[in-house]
């Protein structure tokens, strides 16, 4: 994934832009980058890989050097940003959130007069945000060439611009993330978390619609393209990815995770299906609150039978190879053995993507003395891979746990009936249940249904993505 943030002001405005890109730390793991704008010593940039060190212990020598009264940052799992970019239509810095699946033919294309070249990543790829930023320049203005830009990808492009005078933000087409505009007195900040200009004195002022591209200014907050009609933001943003304080579309994240675990639990009530258990509990830390939706509904007690440390490993930082990966949560996992020997517990966690640390996490309890091990997934069984976002690292549908269980339940027959087993009520839903629970040594494993996580966000659904589970536009 990825997360953005700019500030534009009549005073200096580089600690607002380093607190507000250190507030998107949670939506990636590989890069950060900020640039500033002075209007004597002109644009100052630089960028940190932060996959061993965060954000602020990477940046913090840096702020003492920039100065300036506008810029932009990003947080990004994919390419280093923001870049900079000098064309016809001047000199700015760009970065994108989104993603490009049809980037190689883009290239061919663009390399197709062999007047044209990019400057390639070590592993021959073209960053992003220089490909939209190429193409962004085949029109007259910028306006047209980010427009041009978000209709010709296949994928999406959220887009922040700092221009000499202006920060430019355009909302992908289909409104899949969210852009915000905070005022304070001296100026405006463009954000992706409403949360982060919140405790830096900004106020709500605009929300992007879908398609929407906005200039900002110290002063004002003008329309260059008006909102489309049609939306599909991601439901993933409240059920896993969205921080607990921020809103999208009215609608806060941690009230909807309460919701959404309320919902399970009374469904289960009603169906008959919910473990007698000891403790209700959320995988941290963003099962957490699904698991006290779900606790308070059953009127079941909370608990939390481990903990994550913390200190020392402060967020999820992706290593390259699994057996790290898995050692790394291994070790992040701390047991209460009051609350887990000789109980029955039932674990919410926010959705069951690829399955790779379930097995060790059960392992974990039971060799902890657990008596049962039940778990809930606070969202529908995975069965796509996103192609809007970027914000999973899987490189296949067969990594997600859900594919393969049908793989070896069926093989390629089994491909054609995914809409059977993402419903549990049928038998090849209950058969994949089950094959699950056998693998990983659950005693029983249950998934939030489409309706009631859609009842649990709240909008209308039309303008919902669920495109993960349902393989649907």
Not at 154 to 163: C, K, R, W
Request: aromatic share 10%; charged share 25%; proline share 4%.
């Amino acid at each position: 994934m990825g997360g953005f943030f700019g500030a534009i002001s009549k005073r200096d405005c580089v600690l607002d832009v380093f607190f507000g890109v250190d507030y998107h730390s949670h939506l990636g793991t590989r890069y950060a980058g900020m640039t500033i704008f002075d209007k004597e010593d002109g644009f100052q940039r630089q960028i940190h890989g932060i996959e061993n060190t965060p954000f602020r212990t990477k940046f913090e020598s840096d702020v003492a050097k920039f100065h300036g009264t506008s810029g932009i940052g990003c947080i990004s799992d994919s390419d280093p940003e923001p870049l900079m970019v000098r064309s016809h239509l001047g000199l700015y810095a760009i970065c994108m959130i989104g993603i490009i699946n049809n980037a190689e033919k883009l290239i061919e294309g663009y390399f197709s007069d062999h007047k044209h070249q990019f400057m390639a990543m070590g592993s021959g790829k073209v960053n992003s945000a220089e490909l939209i930023a190429a193409l962004i320049n085949e029109k007259d203005t910028l306006v047209e060439g980010i427009r041009y830009a978000q209709e010709i990808i296949e994928g999406s492009a959220t887009i922040l611009i700092l221009t000499e005078n202006s920060i430019i933000a355009a909302r992908d087409i289909l409104g899949r993330l969210p852009v915000l505009v905070g005022k304070d007195k001296d100026g405006h900040c463009v954000s992706f978390e409403s949360f982060a200009y919140h405790k830096l004195g900004y106020a709500d002022c605009y929300e992007l619609g879908p398609g929407e591209i906005v200039e900002v200014t110290e002063d004002d907050v003008k329309t260059l393209m008006p909102a489309g009609d049609k939306m599909k933001i991601c439901a993933f943003l409240w059920s896993y990815y969205g921080y607990p304080n921020s809103n999208y579309e009215g609608k806060n994240v941690e009230v909807m995770r309460y919701e959404n675990g309320a919902i399970m639990a009374r469904d289960e009530m009603e169906s008959g299906t919910m473990p007698d258990v000891d403790y209700v509990a959320g995988v941290p830390d963003s099962g957490l609150p699904h698991a006290i939706g779900y606790a308070n509904y059953s009127k079941k007690t909370f608990a939390r039978p481990f903990v994550k440390y913390t200190p020392t490993w402060p967020r999820s930082f992706m290593p390259g190879n699994q057996a790290i990966r898995n050692q790394i949560a291994t070790m992040k996992q701390i047991p209460v053995p009051e609350l887990i020997e000789g109980k029955k517990l039932l674990f919410v966690d926010d959705s069951i993507v690829r399955g790779t640390q379930l097995r060790g996490t059960v392992e974990f309890l039971y060799e902890s003395g657990a008596k049962e091990v039940h778990m809930r997934s606070a969202c529908p069984p995975i069965m796509y891979g996103c192609k809007y976002l970027n914000f999973s690292s899987n490189k296949s549908e067969m990594d997600l746990i859900t594919r393969r269980i049908i793989q070896e339940l069926e093989g390629e027959e089994g491909m054609k009936h995914i809409d059977e087993y993402a419903d549990k009520n049928t038998e090849r839903g209950k058969c994949m249940l089950k094959k699950i629970c056998e693998k990983f040594g659950f005693d029983s494993l249950g998934y939030q249904t489409m309706q009631g996580l859609l009842e649990a966000i709240g909008i209308d659904k039309d303008k919902v993505c669920t495109y993960c589970w349902t393989g649907k536009e």
